[in-house]
Protein backbone atom coordinates (compact mmCIF):
# COMPACT_ATOMS: atom_id res chain seq x y z
CA UNK A 1 0.00 0.00 0.00
CA UNK A 2 1.04 3.86 -0.46
CA UNK A 3 3.65 4.52 -3.09
CA UNK A 4 5.04 1.72 -5.01
CA UNK A 5 7.75 2.24 -7.69
CA UNK A 6 8.00 -0.57 -10.12
CA UNK A 7 8.47 -1.18 -14.19
CA UNK A 8 5.56 -1.79 -16.50
CA UNK A 9 4.32 -2.54 -19.83
CA UNK A 10 1.07 -0.73 -20.28
CA UNK A 11 -1.81 -2.95 -21.74
CA UNK A 12 -4.86 -1.04 -22.60
CA UNK A 13 -6.22 2.67 -21.71
CA UNK A 14 -9.33 4.20 -22.07
CA UNK A 15 -10.31 7.65 -21.93
CA UNK A 16 -12.49 8.54 -18.75
CA UNK A 17 -14.10 12.40 -18.67
CA UNK A 18 -12.08 15.16 -20.25
CA UNK A 19 -8.67 15.13 -19.78
CA UNK A 20 -7.86 11.79 -18.02
CA UNK A 21 -7.22 8.21 -18.52
CA UNK A 22 -8.04 4.61 -17.62
CA UNK A 23 -4.46 2.94 -17.43
CA UNK A 24 -4.28 -0.87 -17.25
CA UNK A 25 -0.57 -2.13 -16.81
CA UNK A 26 1.15 -5.47 -15.90
CA UNK A 27 3.70 -4.35 -13.65
CA UNK A 28 6.69 -6.52 -12.13
CA UNK A 29 6.10 -6.04 -8.49
CA UNK A 30 2.22 -6.16 -8.34
CA UNK A 31 0.96 -7.48 -11.07
CA UNK A 32 -2.01 -6.23 -13.48
CA UNK A 33 -2.51 -2.83 -12.21
CA UNK A 34 -5.73 -0.42 -13.39
CA UNK A 35 -4.95 3.29 -12.58
CA UNK A 36 -6.57 6.71 -13.55
CA UNK A 37 -3.82 9.31 -15.12
CA UNK A 38 -4.97 12.70 -14.12
CA UNK A 39 -4.65 15.22 -17.33
CA UNK A 40 -3.42 12.26 -19.30
CA UNK A 41 -4.79 13.43 -22.17
CA UNK A 42 -3.72 17.17 -22.23
CA UNK A 43 -1.66 18.07 -24.83
CA UNK A 44 1.22 19.34 -22.17
CA UNK A 45 0.79 16.42 -19.80
CA UNK A 46 3.16 15.22 -17.53
CA UNK A 47 3.20 11.54 -19.04
CA UNK A 48 4.15 12.61 -22.19
CA UNK A 49 4.04 9.56 -24.57
CA UNK A 50 4.13 7.13 -21.76
CA UNK A 51 1.04 5.97 -21.37
CA UNK A 52 0.24 4.04 -24.74
CA UNK A 53 0.33 0.39 -24.98
CA UNK A 54 2.89 -2.00 -25.59
CA UNK A 55 5.41 0.83 -23.86
CA UNK A 56 7.60 -0.50 -21.34
CA UNK A 57 7.60 2.62 -18.35
CA UNK A 58 8.85 2.90 -15.01
CA UNK A 59 5.50 3.50 -13.12
CA UNK A 60 4.82 5.61 -10.06
CA UNK A 61 1.33 5.01 -8.52
CA UNK A 62 -0.74 5.47 -4.94
CA UNK A 63 -2.84 2.25 -4.29
CA UNK A 64 -5.33 2.45 -1.46
CA UNK A 65 -6.39 -0.60 0.88
CA UNK A 66 -10.38 -0.18 -0.23
CA UNK A 67 -9.61 0.94 -3.72
CA UNK A 68 -8.54 -1.12 -6.79
CA UNK A 69 -8.19 1.81 -9.13
CA UNK A 70 -4.71 3.23 -8.40
CA UNK A 71 -3.75 6.88 -9.21
CA UNK A 72 -0.57 7.01 -11.21
CA UNK A 73 1.62 9.88 -10.27
CA UNK A 74 4.44 9.11 -12.54
CA UNK A 75 5.59 7.27 -15.96
CA UNK A 76 9.04 7.25 -17.52
CA UNK A 77 9.43 5.87 -21.05
CA UNK A 78 12.08 3.20 -20.86
CA UNK A 79 11.55 1.80 -24.02
CA UNK A 80 8.63 2.74 -26.64
CA UNK A 81 7.65 0.11 -29.20
CA UNK A 82 5.84 2.70 -30.93
CA UNK A 83 7.38 2.32 -34.39
CA UNK A 84 7.25 -1.80 -33.67
CA UNK A 85 3.65 -1.09 -33.89
CA UNK A 86 3.40 0.09 -37.19
CA UNK A 87 4.12 -3.40 -38.74
CA UNK A 88 1.22 -5.30 -39.25
CA UNK A 89 2.71 -8.40 -38.47
CA UNK A 90 4.06 -6.84 -35.46
CA UNK A 91 1.01 -5.27 -33.99
CA UNK A 92 -0.92 -8.62 -34.58
CA UNK A 93 1.07 -10.59 -32.54
CA UNK A 94 2.03 -7.57 -29.44
CA UNK A 95 -1.89 -7.56 -29.06
CA UNK A 96 -2.25 -10.99 -28.43
CA UNK A 97 0.34 -10.77 -26.28
CA UNK A 98 -1.40 -8.13 -24.45
CA UNK A 99 -4.60 -9.90 -24.40
CA UNK A 100 -3.62 -12.84 -23.37
CA UNK A 101 -1.05 -11.32 -20.08
CA UNK A 102 -4.64 -9.65 -19.12
CA UNK A 103 -6.71 -12.69 -19.21
CA UNK A 104 -4.48 -14.75 -16.86
CA UNK A 105 -2.82 -12.27 -15.08
CA UNK A 106 -3.90 -11.75 -11.12
CA UNK A 107 -4.69 -7.89 -10.07
CA UNK A 108 -2.68 -6.70 -7.38
CA UNK A 109 -0.51 -9.64 -7.34
CA UNK A 110 3.56 -9.77 -8.30
CA UNK A 111 4.04 -12.42 -10.55
CA UNK A 112 7.67 -11.39 -11.56
CA UNK A 113 8.01 -14.18 -14.30
CA UNK A 114 4.76 -13.63 -16.02
CA UNK A 115 5.85 -9.66 -16.40
CA UNK A 116 9.74 -11.04 -17.03
CA UNK A 117 8.05 -13.54 -19.97
CA UNK A 118 5.87 -10.50 -21.20
CA UNK A 119 8.98 -7.86 -21.59
CA UNK A 120 11.20 -10.33 -23.81
CA UNK A 121 8.35 -11.53 -26.03
CA UNK A 122 7.17 -7.72 -26.53
CA UNK A 123 10.95 -6.87 -27.18
CA UNK A 124 11.61 -9.93 -29.66
CA UNK A 125 8.48 -9.63 -31.41
CA UNK A 126 9.04 -5.95 -32.16
CA UNK A 127 12.73 -7.07 -33.89
CA UNK A 128 11.43 -10.06 -35.26
CA UNK A 129 7.79 -9.43 -36.84
CA UNK A 130 8.12 -12.34 -39.15
CA UNK A 131 8.61 -14.58 -36.23
CA UNK A 132 4.92 -13.57 -34.55
CA UNK A 133 3.53 -17.30 -34.72
CA UNK A 134 6.15 -18.51 -32.62
CA UNK A 135 5.87 -16.17 -30.44
CA UNK A 136 2.27 -16.71 -29.51
CA UNK A 137 2.43 -20.06 -29.71
CA UNK A 138 5.57 -19.74 -27.07
CA UNK A 139 3.97 -16.65 -24.66
CA UNK A 140 0.96 -19.28 -24.90
CA UNK A 141 2.84 -22.23 -23.76
CA UNK A 142 4.82 -20.06 -20.83
CA UNK A 143 1.54 -17.95 -20.08
CA UNK A 144 -0.01 -21.48 -18.89
CA UNK A 145 3.01 -22.93 -16.91
CA UNK A 146 3.63 -19.83 -15.02
CA UNK A 147 -0.02 -19.61 -14.21
CA UNK A 148 -0.19 -23.63 -13.54
CA UNK A 149 -2.25 -25.03 -16.45
CA UNK A 150 0.48 -26.23 -18.33
CA UNK A 151 0.76 -30.11 -18.56
CA UNK A 152 4.23 -31.68 -17.79
CA UNK A 153 4.56 -33.71 -21.16
CA UNK A 154 6.82 -36.20 -19.26
CA UNK A 155 4.93 -39.39 -18.87
CA UNK A 156 2.06 -41.69 -19.65
CA UNK A 157 -0.87 -40.08 -17.55
CA UNK A 158 -1.93 -43.37 -17.26
CA UNK A 159 0.30 -45.93 -16.70
CA UNK A 160 3.06 -43.09 -15.14
CA UNK A 161 5.68 -44.27 -18.06
CA UNK A 162 8.29 -41.59 -18.88
CA UNK A 163 7.62 -40.37 -22.64
CA UNK A 164 10.76 -37.86 -22.27
CA UNK A 165 12.75 -38.41 -25.59
CA UNK A 166 14.78 -41.49 -25.28
CA UNK A 167 11.19 -43.09 -25.77
CA UNK A 168 10.95 -45.11 -28.84
CA UNK A 169 7.36 -45.73 -29.21
CA UNK A 170 4.52 -43.56 -30.65
CA UNK A 171 3.15 -40.93 -28.30
CA UNK A 172 -0.27 -39.41 -28.21
CA UNK A 173 -1.58 -36.15 -26.61
CA UNK A 174 -5.02 -35.93 -25.56
CA UNK A 175 -7.45 -33.26 -26.06
CA UNK A 176 -6.69 -31.83 -22.28
CA UNK A 177 -3.03 -31.73 -23.46
CA UNK A 178 -2.31 -35.42 -20.98
CA UNK A 179 0.46 -37.82 -23.10
CA UNK A 180 -0.03 -41.09 -23.45
CA UNK A 181 2.22 -43.70 -23.96
CA UNK A 182 1.67 -46.18 -27.03
CA UNK A 183 0.13 -49.13 -25.28
CA UNK A 184 -2.55 -46.65 -22.80
CA UNK A 185 -3.83 -44.68 -25.52
CA UNK A 186 -6.86 -46.61 -26.70
CA UNK A 187 -7.37 -44.47 -29.78
CA UNK A 188 -8.24 -41.10 -27.47
CA UNK A 189 -6.06 -39.15 -28.21
CA UNK A 190 -3.99 -37.32 -31.54
CA UNK A 191 -0.81 -39.01 -32.69
CA UNK A 192 2.19 -36.85 -31.47
CA UNK A 193 5.35 -37.19 -33.77
CA UNK A 194 9.00 -37.06 -32.19
CA UNK A 195 9.37 -33.58 -33.55
CA UNK A 196 6.03 -32.01 -32.83
CA UNK A 197 7.15 -33.49 -28.81
CA UNK A 198 10.97 -32.15 -29.14
CA UNK A 199 9.47 -28.50 -29.68
CA UNK A 200 6.59 -28.97 -27.23
CA UNK A 201 8.81 -29.81 -24.21
CA UNK A 202 11.70 -27.29 -25.10
CA UNK A 203 9.37 -24.87 -23.89
CA UNK A 204 10.31 -25.02 -20.57
CA UNK A 205 14.27 -24.40 -21.55
CA UNK A 206 14.12 -22.09 -23.82
CA UNK A 207 13.83 -18.17 -23.91
CA UNK A 208 11.69 -16.30 -26.68
CA UNK A 209 15.13 -16.53 -28.82
CA UNK A 210 16.15 -19.83 -28.66
CA UNK A 211 12.45 -21.28 -28.82
CA UNK A 212 11.98 -19.31 -32.11
CA UNK A 213 14.92 -21.23 -33.93
CA UNK A 214 13.94 -24.28 -32.36
CA UNK A 215 10.25 -23.44 -33.96
CA UNK A 216 11.61 -22.52 -36.94
CA UNK A 217 14.07 -25.76 -37.07
CA UNK A 218 10.86 -27.70 -36.70
CA UNK A 219 8.90 -29.61 -39.39
CA UNK A 220 5.84 -27.71 -40.27
CA UNK A 221 3.48 -29.92 -39.53
CA UNK A 222 5.09 -30.14 -35.94
CA UNK A 223 4.60 -26.03 -35.83
CA UNK A 224 0.98 -26.41 -36.67
CA UNK A 225 0.27 -29.41 -33.89
CA UNK A 226 2.39 -27.64 -31.69
CA UNK A 227 0.29 -24.25 -32.53
CA UNK A 228 -2.22 -25.70 -32.04
CA UNK A 229 -2.27 -27.57 -28.51
CA UNK A 230 -1.09 -24.45 -27.10
CA UNK A 231 -4.10 -22.97 -28.33
CA UNK A 232 -6.63 -25.26 -27.07
CA UNK A 233 -4.86 -25.21 -23.85
CA UNK A 234 -5.57 -21.35 -23.65
CA UNK A 235 -9.14 -21.80 -24.61
CA UNK A 236 -9.81 -24.74 -21.91
CA UNK A 237 -7.57 -22.45 -19.06
CA UNK A 238 -9.54 -19.60 -19.74
CA UNK A 239 -13.01 -21.39 -19.55
CA UNK A 240 -11.94 -22.85 -15.98
CA UNK A 241 -10.75 -19.51 -14.88
CA UNK A 242 -12.94 -16.21 -14.38
CA UNK A 243 -11.02 -13.55 -16.76
CA UNK A 244 -8.57 -11.27 -14.99
CA UNK A 245 -10.22 -8.00 -13.56
CA UNK A 246 -13.89 -8.85 -15.45
CA UNK A 247 -15.63 -7.24 -12.84
CA UNK A 248 -14.04 -4.28 -12.30
CA UNK A 249 -14.13 -3.56 -16.27
CA UNK A 250 -17.69 -4.17 -16.28
CA UNK A 251 -17.87 -0.94 -13.70
CA UNK A 252 -16.05 1.64 -15.50
ZN1 LIG B 1 0.94 -45.62 -20.54
Known sequence: MGI???QAVVLQTYQLADADKIVLCMTEKAGLVRGVARGAR???????ASLEPFTLIHLTFFE???????????AEIIKSYFDAAGNAQAFEG????????????????????LFKMLRACVDFLAQNPSKANAVSAYSELWTLKLTGFLPEFKSCGYCRMSLDETYS??????????????????????????DAYKLLSSTRRSGPHQWAQN????????RRV??????????????????????????L
Open 4 to 6: VET
Open 42 to 48: RLKSKFG
Open 64 to 74: KETRELVTIRG
Open 94 to 113: LVYLLELVKEFALPHQADEK
Open 169 to 194: GQRHISYEGVLWCQACTEGRAQPLGD
Open 215 to 222: YAGALEES
Open 226 to 251: VSEIARRLVRRALEREPRAGKTSQAQ
